[in-house]
């Protein structure tokens, strides 16, 4: 088998953007390896866990005609001695990285004898396949080693047992597994004849984790059968390559603890790339590579309170493969559609960002997508997938609603039927009558991978937050299965070398014989049946969580939203506005399903709470949104408004068009009674609060915030509210979403100059939550490598929204530049003044 390594390398183009940290290996929450300080020479560093915690992971070259060695990942140079008789310890030329949505390039100039130095590329592939639930279920990735020039190279890899534990003290075991060569049936193709390491605890703990990291499971780490391997004390291993170039071919069997006489697994390969390529100075340049696999190989997954009981959940893979051998080999073989898949995907998200923003967004996209798959573990069958997810470095819960819902657009995006994935799990559990409140519950479980429930009811308390969350991603999903703004790549096909899946035949009904997902295959598929079906199933927990915000919301009491780190709120503004949102997304769920009483009462109740919010919620001066309504002289980000505009709410409200809001007929938009030009859009003017529109949120609230965003933005970013200067990007991403593109831009640019100065993120995975002011830094709070990034996917979200009528809605806001405003003025305004409200109710807060 051979690969155009080279070619699939190149896909990963030139990045604006210099994060500190790089995924490398990132597939779920236990096969998450990292590049530590990437802006530093990757062997100045060891690779790390998404917690910051040292991986051992290291590659290295040797040039046999100058006897010079050099570390090109981790810090092998450290196991070598300063001086030696055979060899000396070099450095190459760094060229950089780069990265896509999928793939992380490291490359590297090796000099030599000839005239043109070596170039060698260390390319990370962890694909994301929208297209193949398969694929992206399987828990292995690809590191291929491509080499270009006209003299020989070695090179040498190893790993170890930090992989599968997170404690130093705990002993391995390992050992080689060598197959015969393999047949598919009925299948023309011969597989790739490989070695695999098999790496795991020699007394594993089921579910268990330390630091973080899993206690159970076997690492797979595969080569081509012709490569060199051995396995042995880290130095040992690390100075017999240096010296001679090549690996002995011999596995140590004596099982001891992590970082006792180190155990490593390596393996070597030798580059020909001299032979007939040189003469008399002239360098015929040649190209040669090898792949490597890394497979983290689980089972059970994860335990789930299900509806019929606590279940030990398998990895989806298993339905498609008897074995974890018959996965790896497969996985190995099918590097080239993979990899095709994946540039499908990236290639069209680096295209829609571009367009929706600027190449820094496409950067900031590219970079957020491993991270928020990185949380995730596929299980449950073909013809009924569920997707677990670890809130990952907050506190570690299961499947927690107010994580899922600021990585939503992401899903949205990327494939809708992946979302209905995370969602199954919650509503299955709580449709079973095993959570006692009448509001959504927080997450399935206190630590993942526990999805044991809270039978007790004593899950974190954000009742407003979660069943606004829960409707609004429910009808977001259902409009986007209704109406089929599925993206091409969703169905993008397999390349004409893929090999058919073992058991393909007996899922005909959900994939192709190539592990290809079908149109109208498994549960939920993109058809209006089918999301009003998605809908009825459930239609009892989505009325009794919309009773709850019909009693709660208007007015919410002291409790916590999703930002539970700024503590214990009443009235909070931001949180009124989605159980709002919530309660009008019922009323179109309704619709969906036939419920067309339920239907006029949610709206009508929608309609009457969002006139009072606008009295309750916004300044005196009409200039922004508070923080909550009784607090004078504050101000919020009200990113919730997005939800408003993905729903088709504000696309147009009026009669006889469909149950999203718009008219589907060749007449294109419909007039919109509301004024395009807001009140108070010129200079030294306010905003008034309407009464009535065709739209849910009128155009001036829009106009209202756009501009306040504008004279509160800081030097990296848009804070979160008045109370401190910290901000979160994903909330970030939402506002900016809904707001003027001179706003949006500046937002962005400010985001993207947060990611290329500051060094604390800094040196983890892209953290959500940092100081928009001073370094940039973590405000003594700890977020990083979180899923939540998939809100930097709002914009790319809302513009499949409604038939791309959801941004056309928009345009208004684009008629002139954000009107200045005095922020200091208009706070001490809102602070001091007398008047009072006379609406019926205000004395309840």
Known sequence: MRFDFLALAALACASTLTPNTVPLIVRNPYLSTWLYHARDAPWENWPMFWTGAHVGFSVMASVPSSSKVYPLLGRPQDSLPSSHKSYKVAYPDYLGVTFDASTTNLTYSIPGPASSPVRLTLSFLSPITPSSTLRQAIPAAYMSIVAEGCFDVDVYTDLNGEWVTGNRDNTLRWELHEPPRQKQKNDNHTGTLIKTWKVARAHEQLLTEFADRAEWGTLHFSAPAEVHHQSGTSAILRQHFAEKGYLRNE?????????????????????????????????????????????????????????????????????????????????????????????????????????????????????????????????????????????????????????????????????????????????????????????????????????????????????????????????????????????????????????????????????????????????????????????????????????????????????????????????????????????????????????????????ETAGEYIEKWQEYGISRDRTHAKLAYTWYGSWTTIYNLYADSLLCFHVDGGKNKSSLGYDRTKSGKQPRTESQVPLGQHHGQTYEVGKKGDVFIPDRVYQMQSDWYHAVLQKYGLPLDSRHLYTKSDWEFFAAAVTGRKTRTEILTSVAKWVNETETVTDRPFTDLYDTEGNGGFPGIYFMARPVVGGHFAFLALERACGGKAVDALEFLDRGGPREVDVELALMRDASTTEQYDDEGWEDL
Not at 378 to 383: L, M, N, V, Y
Not at 452 to 472: A, F, K, S, W
Not at 474 to 481: C, E, I, V, Y
């Open 251 to 603: 596995v140590d069997k004596s099982f001891r603890r992590v970082m006792e006489d180190e155990p490593v697994f390596a393996f070597s390969k030798s580059f020909k790339l001299a032979e007939g390529g040189s003469g008399k100075g002239k360098c015929e340049k040649k190209e040669d590579s090898v792949l490597f696999t890394y497979a983290l190989v689980q089972d059970p997954v994860v335990q789930f309170a299900s509806a019929r009981g606590l279940t030990l959940m398998k990895p989806l893979w298993q339905s498609y493969f008897s074995s974890a051998d018959e996965l790896v080999a497969y996985h190995y073989d099918d590097f080239e559609t993979a990899s095709a898949l994946a540039w499908n995907y990236s290639d069209t998200l680096a295209k829609d960002a571009f367009e929706s923003g600027s190449r820094e967004y496409q950067d900031i996209a590219a970079l957020s997508a491993r991270q928020v798959l990185g949380a995730t573990q596929f299980s449950g069958t073909p013809d009924d997938p569920i997707l677990f997810l670890k809130e990952i470095s907050s506190n570690g819960n299961f499947q927690t609603v107010d994580v899922i819902f600021p990585a939503f657009p992401f899903f949205l995006y990327t494939n809708p039927r992946w979302l209905a994935y995370l969602l199954e799990p919650l509503l299955e559990h709580q449709l079973s009558g095993q959570y006692p409140n009448d509001y959504s519950m927080h997450d399935l479980g206190s630590h993942f991978p526990n999805a044991t429930g809270h039978p007790d009811g004593r899950d974190e308390y954000m009742p407003v937050e979660e069943c606004g969350n829960m409707l609004i991603m429910g009808l977001a999903l259902a409009n986007s299965l209704r109406y089929d703004t599925d993206p091409a790549f969703v169905y993008a096909r397999a390349c004409d070398s893929a090999r058919a899946i073992p058991a393909a035949k007996t899922w005909w009904q959900t994939v192709d014989k190539y592990g290809i997902d079908l149109p109208r295959g498994a549960k939920i598929s993109s058809t209006p049946k089918a999301a009003e079906k998605w809908l009825s199933r459930s239609y009892k927990l989505w009325k009794q969580w919309t009773g709850y915000l019909v009693r709660e919301s208007l007015i919410p009491h002291n409790q916590l939203c999703t930002d539970d780190f700024a503590g214990w709120l009443a009235n909070q503004t931001n949180l009124a506005l989605k159980g709002i949102i919530g309660i009008k997304a019922m009323s179109a769920i309704a619709d969906i399903v036939g419920e067309k009483e339920d239907a006029k009462f949610y709206r």
